[in-house]
Structures are given as C-alpha cells and as structure tokens.
C-alpha cells in the first residue's frame, strides 16, 4: 500500500476542500439548525462528480478509485457532516449495488443518473424492529405476474425523504430466513410507497431521514437487483463500502473539530499566555492529532483493498470501529479546550461532539463491528 496520494488524487483533495470551504460550510450550521436537505449544494457537487466517485465515466461516474471516494467524503464532512453523509448513501449504498450486481439495462436506468447527480438515491434496509438483525426484516413482497407486491415498512432510512428511489430489502420468502430475502428498487411515486416524517435527531440534521411505508406497492421484476434471495448478500456487501464512507466521515468530523481547537488554543489567552502554551492543552492536542492520523490511514487501508479486487470486510470493520469512537473522543476532547465557547452553538465543535455520535451506529454499531472483525480473527488466526 502506498501511503502517498498520486497526482490526481491529490488535486481532486484541493478541489474538494475549496468547494467545501466556500460552498458547503457557509451553510452548515443554517442545515443543521432548519434541517433543509441540501438539494443545491448536492447539485454543485453532482458538478464535480462527487456523486459518483468510483464509477466508470460511461455510467455517469467520475471514474476515479475508492481511496478517491475516501477523500471526499472526509474533506466535506470536515465542514458538513449532513452532506458528507447524504454523499456517502448516494455512492456507497445505492450506486454501488447496482454497479456491482445490477444488469446492463438497470446500470442505465438506475446507475446513470444518480451517479451523475441528476437523482438522489437511498438505501432501506432498517426496520423499526430490525436494525443489527437485518436478517428478521418484515418487509415482505409477493411476486405476481411478473410483478413484486411489497407491503411494510423501513425506519432511519437517510436520504429517504428528499430520494427520487430506493433500493428496498424485502422479504420474498419468509421461511427461508435471510436466504428469501430479495432487493427491489421502487421509484418514488410507484402507488402504494409513502414517506413519513423526516425524523427529529441529535445531529445530522438535514439528511431527510425518514420513515418509508409500502402499502401493496407493485415494482416490475426489472426493478430487482440481484437474482431473488440474494438480496441478504447484497446488502450485507454493500455496507462493507459503506462503512469506508463512514469511517471517512467520522475522520472529517474530527480534523474539522481538531483545526478549531487548534486555532482556539492559539489565540484564547489565560494567565498571560495563549493556552496551547500549557502542557493539558499540548497532550490534548498531540492525543487528538494522533488517533485522527491513525483512523484516516485505516480507512484508506480498507479504501486501498476495496481498489485491489480482494476481500475488505475486516479492514472496513476496522475502520470504521476505530473512526468512529475516535470521531467521539476527539470532538469531546475540542469541547473541553473550549470551554464554554465549546458547548455554545456560536462555535461548531458542539455540532461536531453531535454528529460524530451516530457514526458509532449507523452502518452497523460498533458491537456489530467488533462481531465482524472478532469473526476474522478466529478464522484467521
């Protein structure tokens, strides 16, 4: 693996952090505080392709690698965690598993115009009695005629209110467990699919999560992605992606929290001298510098070996674990060397301790990720 950036990713990481800087972090806190999805700013970043970071040009993607992807999503959540997020289902979660499985027709029906930015996408797999269980979803569909009846409902769903489709995982045989589970993409409008309320959360609050109901909802078989009863094994590859894209996140969250504390502590005075003169200060820092660098190279290990064609389960799980209670600690450590500045929404290291929270959740908890590696481990060693 080699640790230096080339070129082209390099330049793509410039032009990312300018767009950031002067187009996305002047709204960050007004997102935040009305929880607007941001329709304008994912249209400038369709522009860019950062919509569709990894895919092929000629599927509307930039055409770029997923150590590209990695540092995207990092470099906007260091301003905006909601964009950052909302970026990150677009690539990883639904673009994704239509490059990967889908077939030619439903890569140009599906892949095209969301990897260009045209629509928005989501990924609904949650349900209000089935989060790390994702195997015991209720949601189930019959097939008739050619056609897929779906009836239930999926919770937490990000992106869901504001999505033009969504890939939906369903239940086609109950019996057979996780090996009847099947994945359908249904575009908004089809009758019988609903968008409930956008949910009231602790942080990223413009991601229009919301709940998504099915009422004898009929989706053409064309719409499956995947052959029927694999959709378990799709969804489960998918969030191996996305857990890169979550780890990236939580690494953005932290480097923007960590460069105002750092600008902080160079100009806050006390006692006749700016705090990072004083030693509590400098090991707060030196420990926050030191697990963002160490997170941001895992989640650009596991980016690296996604890119190689091998196996990435362990290496995202790693990431993404370590990420994301770093993301924790590290904006709980910008609070503190704040002070009360640091718990007033006038600063956004408070927004940041918020956001950085659901990283440790969504996309598998940490538990669920200690599970995936723990499994690695025994097998492996």
């Given at each position: 693996?080699?640790?230096?950036?080339?070129?082209?990713?390099?330049?793509?990481?410039?032009?990312v952090?300018?767009?950031?800087?002067?187009?996305?972090?002047?709204?960050?806190?007004?997102?935040?505080?009305?929880?607007?999805?941001?329709?304008?700013?994912?249209?400038?970043?369709?522009?860019?392709?950062?919509?569709?970071?990894?895919?092929p040009?000629?599927?509307?993607?930039?055409?770029?690698?997923?150590?590209?992807?990695?540092?995207?999503?990092?470099?906007?959540?260091?301003?905006?965690?909601?964009?950052?997020?909302?970026?990150?289902?677009?690539?990883?979660?639904?673009?994704?598993?239509?490059?990967?499985f889908?077939?030619?027709?439903?890569?140009?029906?599906?892949?095209?115009?969301?990897?260009?930015?045209?629509?928005?996408?989501?990924?609904?797999?949650?349900?209000?009695?089935?989060?790390?269980?994702?195997?015991?979803?209720?949601?189930?569909?019959?097939?008739r005629?050619?056609?897929?009846?779906?009836?239930?409902?999926?919770?937490?769903?990000?992106?869901?209110?504001?999505?033009?489709?969504?890939?939906?995982?369903?239940?086609?045989q109950?019996?057979?467990?996780?090996?009847?589970?099947?994945?359908?993409?249904?575009?908004?409008?089809?009758?019988?699919?609903?968008?409930?309320?956008?949910?009231?959360?602790?942080?990223?609050?413009?991601?229009?999560?919301?709940?998504?109901?099915?009422?004898?909802?009929?989706?053409?078989?064309?719409?499956?992605?995947?052959?029927?009863?694999?959709?378990?094994?799709?969804?489960l590859?998918?969030?191996?992606?996305?857990?890169?894209?979550?780890?990236?996140?939580?690494?953005g969250?932290?480097?923007?929290?960590?460069?105002?504390?750092?600008?902080?502590?160079?100009?806050?005075?006390?006692?006749?001298?700016?705090?990072?003169?004083?030693?509590?200060?400098?090991?707060?820092?030196?420990?926050?510098?030191?697990?963002?660098?160490?997170?941001?190279?895992?989640?650009?290990?596991?980016?690296?070996?996604?890119?190689?064609?091998?196996r990435?389960?362990?290496?995202?799980?790693?990431?993404?674990?370590?990420?994301?209670?770093?993301?924790?600690?590290?904006?709980?450590?910008?609070?503190?060397?704040?002070?009360?500045?640091?718990?007033?929404?006038?600063?956004?290291?408070?927004?940041a301790?918020?956001?950085?929270?659901?990283?440790?959740?969504?996309?598998?908890?940490?538990?669920?990720?200690?599970?995936?590696?723990?499994?690695?481990?025994?097998?492996?060693?």
């Amino acid at each position: 693996m080699n640790l230096e950036l080339t070129p082209e990713q390099q330049l793509l990481q410039q032009t990312v952090r300018e767009f950031a800087n002067a187009e996305v972090k002047p709204l960050a806190r007004e997102l935040d505080e009305t929880g607007h999805f941001p329709r304008e700013t994912f249209r400038k970043a369709a522009e860019l392709g950062l919509t569709g970071v990894s895919f092929p040009e000629e599927y509307g993607g930039a055409g770029f690698d997923h150590v590209a992807y990695s540092i995207v999503i990092e470099e906007i959540s260091r301003v905006c965690a909601s964009t950052g997020v909302i970026l990150s289902v677009q690539n990883s979660l639904f673009c994704d598993p239509i490059y990967r499985f889908g077939d030619e027709e439903q890569k140009k029906r599906f892949l095209v115009p969301y990897a260009s930015g045209e629509k928005i996408g989501c990924y609904a797999l949650t349900e209000p009695q089935a989060g790390s269980n994702a195997a015991a979803l209720r949601t189930v569909a019959v097939r008739r005629d050619g056609r897929y009846i779906i009836n239930g409902t999926k919770a937490w769903i990000t992106n869901g209110g504001a999505a033009d489709a969504a890939i939906v995982y369903v239940n086609t045989q109950p019996e057979k467990g996780e090996k009847g589970i099947t994945a359908l993409v249904v575009e908004k409008g089809t009758p019988g699919f609903h968008v409930g309320k956008e949910e009231k959360k602790l942080g990223i609050n413009a991601t229009a999560c919301c709940e998504l109901s099915f009422s004898d909802c009929e989706v053409p078989e064309s719409n499956r992605i995947g052959a029927e009863g694999e959709g378990y094994k799709v969804a489960l590859s998918t969030l191996d992606g996305g857990r890169i894209g979550i780890a990236s996140q939580a690494v953005g969250i932290a480097q923007g929290a960590f460069e105002t504390a750092l600008a902080y502590a160079k100009e806050r005075q006390a006692f006749g001298h700016p705090i990072a003169d004083f030693q509590a200060i400098q090991f707060m820092l030196a420990d926050m510098a030191t697990e963002i660098d160490a997170a941001r190279l895992l989640a650009r290990k596991a980016a690296w070996k996604q890119d190689s064609g091998a196996r990435f389960s362990m290496e995202a799980a790693i990431g993404k674990l370590f990420a994301s209670e770093m993301s924790t600690r590290v904006t709980h450590k910008a609070i503190q060397i704040l002070g009360g500045n640091g718990y007033s929404r006038e600063y956004p290291v408070e927004r940041a301790y918020r956001d950085a929270r659901i990283t440790e959740i969504y996309e598998g908890t940490s538990e669920i990720q200690r599970l995936v590696i723990s499994a690695w481990v025994l097998k492996q060693y």
